[in-house]
Every structure is written in structure tokens, then in C-alpha cells.
């Protein structure tokens, strides 16, 4: 016959049993930092160092403006530096520095005027190509243009497609600048490694 008090003790190591075999099965929590097999990213191949050159359009007045002030320069500032002035962008690539040359690609993004006493700007690009096996594929740069030196430099700091996990720089001259209508032509020769 079953006392109560095996009846107790059944229930008792039934429960501390059920206790032990749950708290055995928590997972622990996953690591924030996994290491991840390169291959599995496309990153087996050899990098490869690539030059590119073509030619930004940035066309700021008309009907076929291709860069729009967002935010107009800060009154108090408006002057040669046109501080605090924001463009957003979606200029041509093209092949050749004439407006008519091919098109390769489109400039997405935007410049800020950063500095109150001389043309500085904050880049913010993505290079969207449009040709062979680059289409579809993008160069991104972020970084410091003081447009009124000779050369520039920015830094790419990334890319999608072909350029995935690109590293490099992006050095800019510019070619011609309207100061009627504010258009600029400017040379990008872009040195990038990639997969």
C-alpha cells in the first residue's frame, strides 16, 4: 500500500528530476561575435586593386537638374561658403567629361556645406554602375571634399555586388564649373579593392 508519505517523496523527486532535465536543456544565449567561413561570403578569391575613371555631372540649375537643394545655405552664413546648404543627388557617370558622353552609371546621395569660412563639403555617395559585369554593383565614399583644391581625396568605405566589402579612395578634380548656372564637372579616378 502507498503511504502518503512515499506518495511525497514520489512527488518530490519526480518534480526535482523535471527541474534538472529542464534546466539542462536551456540554450545559452548565442555569442554577439561569431567567426564565419570566408567562403561562404565570396571571399576566398584574391582581391583585386581596380582604377576607374569617369566623369560627375552635377547639374544644379534647369529642367533637368540632377541636384536639388534640400536645405538652403544658413542666412547668417550665406556667403561663398554657403554653410549649412544639404543637395541631394542623382548626377550622371559618364565616360567621357562631355554631358553627351555614355552614361556608366548614376551618383546617389548627398553634400553638405560643412564649414562656415570655405567650400567644404560632406560627401555622401553611392556609385550605382549600370555597365557589364559592374551592373548593379556599387562603390560607396563618404568623406571631406574642400572643393576648391586642386585634388581631393575621399575615402570608399564600402560597395555591394562585384565591390562587396570594397576598400579604397577616390581622388577628384574638378574640371569645369559654371558660375552662372552652379553646374560642375568633376573627375573621379577611383582606386578600389575587391573580390
Known amino acids: 500500500m502507498i503511504t502518503q508519505k512515499t506518495l511525497t517523496l514520489f512527488f518530490f523527486l519526480l518534480l526535482s528530476f523535471y527541474t534538472f532535465t529542464s534546466s539542462a536543456t536551456i540554450e545559452a544565449e548565442p555569442a554577439f561575435e561569431n567567426p564565419i567561413d ?14 576607374f575613371r569617369f566623369y560627375w555631372q552635377d547639374i544644379v540649375g534647369g529642367p533637368n537638374a540632377t541636384s536639388i537643394p534640400i536645405v538652403q545655405p544658413i542666412p547668417k ?4 561658403s554657403s554653410f549649412g546648404l544639404v543637395r541631394v543627388i542623382d548626377n ?8 553627351t558622353s555614355k552614361v556608366i552609371g548614376r551618383a ?9 569660412t570655405e567650400l567644404d563639403l560632406l560627401m555622401v555617395e553611392s556609385f550605382v554602375f549600370y555597365e557589364g559585369r ?4 556599387t562603390i560607396d565614399i563618404v568623406g571631406r571634399n574642400v572643393a576648391l583644391n586642386k585634388v581631393r581625396e575621399i575615402p570608399v568605405v564600402g560597395g555591394s555586388g562585384v565591390f562587396r566589402f570594397a576598400k579604397g579612395y577616390a ?5 569645369k564649373f559654371d558660375a552662372a548656372s552652379g553646374d560642375t564637372l568633376v ?8 573580390h
Open 38 to 51: 570566408r567562403k561562404l561570403l565570396g571571399q576566398d578569391k584574391e582581391r583585386t586593386l581596380s582604377h
Open 187 to 194: 573627375q573621379y579616378d577611383v582606386f578600389v579593392y575587391h
Open 92 to 99: 550622371a557617370l559618364t565616360i567621357g567629361p562631355n554631358l
Open 171 to 175: 581622388e577628384l578634380r574638378t574640371l
Open 77 to 80: 552664413f550665406n556667403t561663398s
Open 134 to 137: 559592374y551592373n548593379g554593383s
Open 108 to 116: 546617389h546621395g548627398f553634400y553638405v556645406s560643412v564649414s562656415e
